[in-house]
């Protein structure tokens, strides 16, 4: 999604050399994706191996002086969330953005996610609702292709901050996939002033949140 | 395992393809035969949600002698999940592989599914424990394949490869590739658009490709989502839909490959 794909790691005195994946360097990457030989090949691991890996990622990659690390992880309670708190936690401070869509299937499972959040004793900076509604390119009429009201009520339901909605877009989609700068080609899309405000929000209020 | 005639496997790469939605209507579509015996088992450890598509929110598991007994939604479509063993909606599994791997093996080996016509197993999304210990677990008692559900973008066919290797490593037949989210209608204008943009040809080029079938492809309905959250059968829902088609052609499809095969009536031949 970053147009880094075939990017290859490399070693320093200080550990694996990160990706970086804009002309500024601002943005650095590590993912399992830039070990594998292929992009189809799969990683058939349990769970001791993924930990193994994770740990590697935070303790010996040479990240160098960072503001903000993000750390995206695949859906569920397990391995690799404990393993990415464990390993995190001795930096702190360490905080959640918790994701969900707006049906009320999504946020049965999200609100489990919260529940690991506060046993784990990671504090979550808030909930960003994803998939919020789609607007029609031909009449611009809205539909709520997955329910709504979704991120509002985990929010509620869990005590946090409600962070904001995400519409869905199709050229959003189509940018990650062909390698474009989003924010530069598409300004005018309903998804760019969303994803602002809630980086906003999240730059602003992390800090006292998570002190 | 014994009393269970066929068994599925439904994966994906990626998560929010619509797996569970796929593996719900998988098995309420079969059980529309109230001859057929069906039985949902959800793996999705940490994510259960097969118990509120189906409606049995809140639903106990009882043991009998011969095992735990499955909760029944119909009397021929017997469901499964860890959902069913935690006490409140907030409740997560924080478990690590093994202790996944030991529920699994629980649930294939101690739940008494009696006579069972298909067995559909719903999995977390990926390629790990669940998936390895699902595939152990069920290869010994001969599982008949796995569908594979995607959406069309490039990024979710990436992890439906991976997939496919991941049945060709560990040897488990693909019954195909079924896409979701394939193209929306707009309930005002009735225009079709691509939410989710097939930017390398979608799931019918990669199965073209990968000379692997494509089951059908679902158009996205907002009333699929919501007839999820009621817990209600879509299928019944919204019968005459482009999407309850597809799912229904699909399902032939899907029997079709398991051999299945109507029982026929004996006529009484005149003499």
């Known amino acids: 999604m970053l147009r880094a794909q075939g990017r290859a ?51 010996d990659v040479a990240w160098g002086q960072l503001d903000y690390l993000v750390v995206d992880t695949p859906p569920g309670t397990s391995d690799e969330h404990m393993a990415a708190v464990e390993a995190l936690r001795p930096y702190g401070p360490l905080g959640a953005l918790v994701v969900t869509t707006p049906q009320a299937v999504s946020v049965g499972d999200v609100r489990r996610e919260l529940t690991f959040c506060r046993k784990t004793g990671l504090q979550v900076v808030g909930v960003v609702e994803n998939m919020s509604g789609f607007v029609c390119p031909h009449c611009t009429e809205c539909t709520n292709v997955f329910s709504q009201g979704g991120g509002a009520e985990l929010a509620r339901l869990a005590g946090v901050p409600f962070l904001g909605s995400v519409p869905l877009d199709p050229e959003l989609t189509r940018s990650l996939e062909e390698g474009r700068d989003f924010i530069r080609d598409f300004p005018q899309s309903p998804a760019f002033p969303a994803l602002s405000s809630i980086a906003q929000k999240v730059l602003s209020e992390a800090p006292a949140r998570l002190s | 395992m014994k009393t269970v005639k066929h068994k599925i496997l439904v994966l994906s790469g990626k998560g929010g393809v619509g797996k569970s939605t796929f593996s719900a209507h998988l098995a309420h579509g079969l059980a529309e035969d109230e001859n057929t015996q069906v039985a949902l088992l959800d793996i999705d450890i940490c994510g259960p949600s097969i118990p509120k598509i189906m409606g049995l929110e809140g639903e106990q598991v009882h043991q009998s002698g011969s095992g735990w007994s499955p909760v029944f939604v119909e009397d021929n479509l017997g469901v499964m999940s860890v959902g069913f063993l935690l006490s409140s909606p907030d409740d997560a599994v924080i478990w690590r592989g093994p202790k996944k791997n030991g529920m699994i093996k629980q649930f294939l080996r101690d739940v008494d599914w009696g006579e069972v016509d298909y067995l559909i197993v719903d999995t977390p999304p990926g390629t790990s424990d669940e998936h390895l210990s699902a595939v152990q677990y069920l290869s ?34 693909i019954i195909g590739v079924v896409e979701n989210m394939s193209v929306f209608v707009c309930p005002k204008c009735k225009k079709e658009s691509q939410i989710f943009p097939p930017t390398t040809g979608g799931a019918e080029v990669m199965c073209q490709d990968l000379k692997i079938p494509l089951l059908g492809k679902v158009p996205l309905d907002p009333h699929i989502g919501k007839s999820c959250d009621k817990g209600q059968s879509f299928l019944m829902d919204a019968p005459a839909s482009a999407a309850a088609l597809a799912y229904r052609r699909i399902i032939q499809r899907i029997q079709e490959f398991c051999g299945h095969h109507q029982p026929k009536e004996e006529h009484l031949v005149g003499s």
């Open chain 2, 140 to 173: 010994a008692a001969r599982l008949d394949g796995a569908v594979i559900i995607t959406t069309p973008q490039e990024v979710s066919l990436q992890d439906v490869r991976k997939e496919i290797n991941f049945c060709h490593k560990v040897k488990v037949p």
């Open chain 1, 9 to 59: 790691v490399h070693q320093c005195d200080s550990g694996w050399v990160p990706v970086f994946v804009d002309q500024e360097q601002s943005i650095s990457l590590m993912s399992v994706g830039f070990l594998l030989e292929s992009p189809d090949e799969a990683v058939v691991w349990r769970g001791p191996k993924k930990n193994a890996l994770i740990k590697q990622f935070v303790s």
